[in-house]
Nanobody, 120 residues
Framework: QVQLVESGGGLVQPGGSLRLSCAAS????????MGWYRQAPGKQRELVAT???????TYTDSVKGRFTVSRDNAKNTVFLQMNSLKPEDTAVYYC??????????????WGQGTQVTVSS
């Protein structure tokens, strides 16, 4: 089983910044991709950004130029640097990791979520 532990959420004023972190642990053999999703009240969960092991990062249009996703492969950790935050960025942010166990069985795991609130 893979555990994802997120940190870094909180309350910030519009225009401010936050940095989210997510560390994966468990019997991991390989992580194909890590990323962030978010879910605002009354809305469906949506992709924010992903970073595969060997490819280009992907961002939803609304965060391009403001958010940056990165990975530390050695530590199985993914980060989300969020700048110029807007009230519409308010949501619960979830970390996601897809990969394979040492047994080569695949996994698709989620973190518990961290609240990001952008408000004056």
């Amino acid at each position: 089983q893979v555990q994802l532990v997120e940190s870094g959420g909180g309350l910030v004023q519009p225009g401010g910044s936050l940095r989210l972190s997510c560390a994966a642990s468990g019997s991991i053999f390989n992580i194909y991709a890590m990323g962030w999703y978010r879910q605002a009240p009354g809305k469906q969960r949506e992709l924010v950004a992903t970073v595969p092991s060997g490819g280009s990062t992907t961002y939803t249009d609304s965060v391009k130029g403001r958010f940056t996703v990165s990975r530390d492969n050695a530590k199985n950790t993914v980060f989300l640097q969020m700048n110029s935050l807007k009230p519409e960025d308010t949501a619960v942010y979830y970390c996601n990791a897809r990969g394979s166990y040492i047994s080569l069985r695949e996994f698709d795991s989620w973190g518990q979520g961290t609240q990001v609130t952008v408000s004056s």
